[in-house]
């Protein structure tokens, strides 16, 4: 059971003080990621957590981004490691692609934007697309570049999961089929009520960031974080 964060709790570097609006950005992300651990692995409830140490240590809406995705509790970023599998491990399967959320991951390396390696050791980029996606040359540029890693993985087949209710969707599985043909991988896309549901009853392993994705499936492969570790990109760490 989740508890929402109250006044009564035990914080490891003392109360609130008028001090952390002289602190550098990067040392109250710090000082904020260390509460926040601290309280998700007491259970308390992710989203009331981080609204209570972003508002104590003043943080922009970016750096809560950033403790909202990539922040976890030891036991549940424990979790979350031991599903990840490497690209010897999906060779000749069925790998099951959360699209969005690998596709706007790599375009945020292309955009040069903030990748954060999170404490379950995943790259996890903070971009807030809601229902939005316009498709650039940028989209073009990430589809090869995760296209490239499908065939060097050599997959038995790939299946792309879109959200339908986002923008150009349609148009954008029509793009992924075209690749799939043009790089002889079998495989799908699909546009969906709800993709994360979708990947999660798929039963295979399945390639996202999605941490409550994760919590569901039985193995993860890190795809966008591949592509990004292999173009040696510099990441956040916290």
């Known amino acids: 059971m989740t508890r929402k964060v109250g006044q009564r709790f035990h914080n490891p570097i003392g109360p609130p003080s008028t001090l952390s609006s002289y602190l550098k950005s ?9 509460d926040l651990r601290y309280l998700l692995s007491r259970s308390y409830n992710r989203e009331s957590a981080v609204r209570f140490v972003g508002d104590k240590y003043q943080l922009s809406k970016h750096d809560k981004l950033i403790l909202y995705r990539c922040v976890y509790s030891k036991e549940a970023a424990e979790h979350h490691r031991l599903k ?14 959360d699209g969005y959320n690998v596709l706007i991951t790599v375009e945020s390396m292309l955009q040069g934007k903030t990748l954060v390696f999170s404490d379950d050791h995943l790259v996890r980029d903070v971009s807030a697309v809601h229902g939005k996606h316009s498709i650039t040359k940028t989209t073009e540029k990430a589809l090869e570049l ?7 993985a ?8 879109l959200d339908a209710q986002v923008s150009r969707s349609g148009e954008l599985a029509s793009l992924i089929r075209r690749k799939l043909k043009e790089t002889e ?6 546009t969906v009520k709800q993709a994360d549901v979708s990947a999660w009853s798929s039963g295979e392993v399945v390639a996202t960031s999605d941490s409550a994705l994760i919590s ?16 040696n990109v510099p990441l956040m760490t916290l």
């Open 84 to 97: 990840l599998v490497g690209i010897d491990n999906v060779r000749s399967r069925r790998l099951v692609v």
């Open 26 to 34: 990067e040392d109250r992300v710090t000082l904020a990621t260390e």
């Open 154 to 161: 050599n997959l038995g087949e790939a299946t792309f999961f």
């Open 185 to 190: 991988i079998r495989g799908d896309a699909f």
């Open 216 to 231: 569901k499936v039985q193995a993860v492969f890190d795809l966008a974080g591949k592509i990004i570790r292999d173009s």
């Open 146 to 152: 995760i296209f490239n890693v499908l065939s060097e």
